[in-house]
């Protein structure tokens, strides 16, 4: 097989990149449907500055900067700010229909971070399925993309240090290779490698190994961030249902077991200041009453303001027992969002001929050490359309080389409790709060799974997603080793 492109991953970050090239064959592998993205469940919104006066984009490009503890890069969060309103120009263009008000200007809402209202949202708190729903039928129209479903790429096809192609198991978990002039790595997050995530479980980091495996770079892995207002009863689920930072934007507050509101002893901005804060705020109240959750206190907003407003979150939580009208809603920190990843430069090129990153896998530098809340979206879009210009306006050769195909036949079946040990470790000692000899410990045990799996390799999406969220997590754990500073989202105290 062989095409101009190949594009990891059917979230926004790729199905965006593949509408914007023009000129080219693009293949689109996604290893799970439209709906188990973590761009379909993003709920808040996009951030996006839609004035052009230039105080306004210095507001967003400053609030971006304070939450990112100024670890960021200053050029690509201008970039990130000064060409949002082009990107959702497109994103209208191609049927997202953001939420208006009765005269037809687009909402506004805030999020924690935030000093201006600038977050834009759609279907109330539903802003990634609008957008999924809407490409997903766009992308159905474009002649030049094929999107081969329940593909997992397994490894980059490397020829010296250029990358060629790539090796994927398709739905039947037969092994192809398709050859590409250009791969975009758009796999998504981390969340996989947690045993409580906001991410559905496939998440597994799979773009971080594919990358370690060919010896890319990868950069910053170690700021994981953490939501401070996942739905505390879930949690036998695995995957924690959210409560969007919105909710608090418009008012919600944070009480503790004795429904005291905490958060003034510990940030100026109370309940909006920056993530990292606010779960570090959390983690600590929780400590101090002994108890295992806080809970966020909606029932002021009035029930007709919470229904219209955020209708997902409230019957999903009416379906688990709780009324935001009349109840307390426990909520506690879990894994969200992976800051870090591969790194890119201002055009979305990775440190591998031939291979760009887009997305929550990629590292700008936008997100610093803390992630400003809806600067995600716009990132796929913003970084999205500049590899899409590099892509259309060079040219790209298809090489086709032997790829080798090894012996790989060893079954191990303990694939299951391999990952559920080290989805518990990460959980317990690379959390909000990282204490050195804990990392230490985890690094250790990790490393052990790795060897252990390099002895039983198979051609399997079993061993693959293993194997990932073990090369993932190792990522994550050294690069928490080694910055000895408690910065952004990575909080450490002791020896
Ligand atoms: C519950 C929740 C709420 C959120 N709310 C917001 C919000 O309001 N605003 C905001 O800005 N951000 C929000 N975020 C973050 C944001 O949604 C994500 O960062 C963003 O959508 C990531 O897009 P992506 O395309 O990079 O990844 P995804 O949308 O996760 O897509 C990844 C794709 O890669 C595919 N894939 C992975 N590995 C492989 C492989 N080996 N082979 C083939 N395909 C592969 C997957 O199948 C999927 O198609 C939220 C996240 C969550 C989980």
Redo the contacts with the bound molecule.
Sequence with gaps: MKTDVVI?????????VALQIKNKQVVV??????D????????????AEMSTDQDSLDKHILDTLKAGAWHNSAKATAQLVSEAKENIINLIDFGVNFDKDNSGNINRTL?GGHSERR?L?AGGDA??KVI?DALRVKISTKENVTVIPH????DLVMDGDTCVGVQ?LDKEEKLNTIFAGATVI????V?GVYNH????K???G??IA?MKRANGKVKDMEFIQF?PTAFFDSFDQNQA??I???VRGEGAYLVNSNSQRFMSKYDDRLELAPRDKVSQSIIKEMYNTWSDCVFLDARHLGREKLISRFPTIYSKLSERGYDMVTDLIPIIPVQ???IGGIKTNLKGETSINNVFA?????STGVHGANRL????????VVFGNKIAEKIDNSETMIKEIDVPKQDWSNLNLTYKPTIKEIQEIMEKYVGVVRKPNELQMAKSIIETHLDNLSKYTNYTKNY?RVL?TATTALEIVEGAIKRDESIGCHYIIGD
């Design positions: 990891i991953g059917g979230g926004l970050a790729g199905l965006y592998l996604a290893k799970a449907g439209y188990t993205t973590n761009t379909y469940l993003a709920q808040g919104g996009i951030a999020e977050i949202h802003t990634g999924m593909s997992m790429a397994t994927f758009a796999t998504g997050g969340g995530t906001t991410n559905p496939w998440a597994s799979d773009g594919l939501h249902f959210l969007s930072e919105a969200h969002y992976s887009n997305g929550e896998c990629s809340a809806s600067n995600s979206l716009l990132e796929c693959y990932n």
